[in-house]
Structure formats: structure tokens, C-alpha cells
């Protein structure tokens, strides 16, 4: 159809023509609300960016003769960082002679891996690089299912905090309506001072 009849069904309808396939031979167009496509557009590329997982790499550097308490310490963050969905990236350090003991740092990264198990497995095995060993932890549950049970946890924390405020807010009231000698009895029933309640 010709471009200026289909301008005037366009008006007509009180709608936009639109062209689709311009390299089509006609090109085609559609008639459709263009302002409400857009937005429709948008809302969808909006909600696939919220889906998308962004995968962030944290960083562990440990040495070789580590102490046990300072071991405990990186392995408890190692747990936060896979409990949150990221990866991990261990780094045994060497210096001077420990580079010509490369399986201490093996058994390190084994014993890390074997400790963190129930969370994450090993991704990338044991490589030595240079002065450097690495190896890289992946979390079994993914960004998304962390971020939702992370949520649930801080939701159910708010709703504890929520009612043990109404209960409080509802004890100060009933001690306030039931007048001050009565506030006085319940201060000192608190406070464990009255005989008559302790006998």
C-alpha cells in the first residue's frame, strides 16, 4: 500500500505507523501505539538485566606456614564469600625458600577445599604460577538463590524485631493506664524489690 494511505489509516486509528523491515522489499510497517511499545521494551530489558547474575571473583591470599587461628580466620571468610554466591580465587604466596616447597601449599589448598566442601568445590585445581599457587572455589548455590535466602533471613530477623517492639509498646501501655502506683509495683517487680512478690 502506498506510504501516504497508510499514514492516513494510521490517523485514522489513532495509532503510530511504525517501519519493521526497512531492507524488506516493500518495507513493512505496522500500525501500533509507538509510545507503549517503547515502554513495554524497556520493562522487559529491565527485568532481564535484574535476572542476570554478575559473577565476582574475590580474592584469598594465604602463605604456606600460615598459623592455625589465622587460617581459621581466611576460611571464614572464604564460607561468607560462597555462602553469598561469588567465586573464589585462593593464592599461596612463596617467598625465598618455600618456592622450592611447592606441596605445602598444595596440601594448604586441598585442606582449604576439603573444609568448604559443603559449600563450594574446586573450580580451577592447584596451578603454580611464578612465586604464586592458585585455585579458584565455585559456590554450588547460585547468586540469585543466596541473595533470596539472605533476604528471607533479614526479612524474618525485621518481623522478630517488629513483634518484640508491639509487645514491649503493649506492656508500657497497660502499665500506663493502670496509674502510677501500679507503674511502681511493676518497677519494682522488674527490679525483684517488692517482699510481698519474692515471698
Given amino acids: ?34 509510545g507503549k511499545f517503547k515502554y513495554e521494551n524497556a520493562q522487559k530489558a529491565r527485568e532481564s538485566r535484574r535476572n542476570q547474575t554478575n559473577v565476582i571473583i574475590k580474592e584469598m591470599k594465604l602463605r604456606p606456614k600460615i598459623d592455625k587461628h589465622d587460617y581459621e580466620t581466611k576460611k571464614g571468610h572464604v564460607v561468607r564469600f560462597l555462602g553469598a554466591g561469588d567465586k573464589v580465587k585462593i593464592t599461596i604466596m612463596f617467598r625465598g625458600r618455600e618456592q622450592h616447597r611447592p606441596e605445602l601449599g598444595f596440601r594448604l589448598l586441598q585442606k582449604l577445599a576439603e573444609d568448604v566442601q559443603e559449600l563450594g568445590f574446586v573450580e ?49 501501655e497497660a502499665a ?22 519474692e515471698a
Avoid at 146 to 171: G, T
Avoid at 178 to 183: D, E, Y
Fill in 124 to 172: 580451577s585445581s592447584p596451578k603454580q604460577d611464578g612465586r604464586n599457587m592458585t585455585m579458584v572455589l565455585g559456590p554450588h548455590k547460585k547468586k540469585a538463590d543466596a541473595k533470596i535466602d539472605a533476604d528471607a533471613a533479614r526479612a524474618s530477623k525485621e518481623q522478630a524485631r517488629a513483634d518484640r517492639k508491639a509487645e514491649e509498646d503493649a506492656e508500657r
Fill in 1 to 34: 500500500m502506498p506510504t501516504d494511505q497508510a499514514l492516513k489509516l494510521a490517523v485514522e486509528a489513532d495509532l503510530d505507523l511504525v517501519e519493521i523491515a526497512p531492507q524488506g522489499r516493500p518495507p513493512v510497517c505496522k500500525l501500533m501505539d509507538y
Fill in 176 to 197: 500506663h493506664a493502670a496509674g502510677p502506683v501500679a507503674q511502681k509495683k511493676e518497677r519494682r517487680r522488674s527490679e525483684n524489690l517488692d517482699p510481698e512478690i
